[in-house]
């Protein structure tokens, strides 16, 4: 009977602790433009925790292939 107490505590401690961000794919952000705005400013204001985030690493990579594929409509590729 002890451990009542303690089962019934951990799903309250559950729903507090902090949740964590979610995390897009490198073709769900090329998908939407404004968020690779969203992020890569976030990156940038605070890049001593966030740049090895994979938000970060999937956001620098969706930026680079959509300014290739930029760059290949550009020159009619």
């Known amino acids: 009977m002890r451990h009542v ?8 401690l559950a729903a507090c602790s902090e949740k964590t961000e979610q995390t897009y794919t490198v073709d769900e952000l090329m998908a939407g433009g404004a968020l690779i ?6 990156c ?3 890049p001593g925790e966030l740049s090895e985030t994979a938000n970060c690493r999937n956001t ?18």
């Open 44 to 46: 940038q204001n605070n």
């Open 5 to 12: 107490p303690l089962f019934a505590a951990l799903p309250i």
């Open 37 to 42: 705005s969203l992020i890569v400013t976030g």
């Open 60 to 77: 620098a990579a969706a930026d680079g292939k959509l300014r290739l594929q930029n760059l290949s409509r550009a020159f009619g590729g």
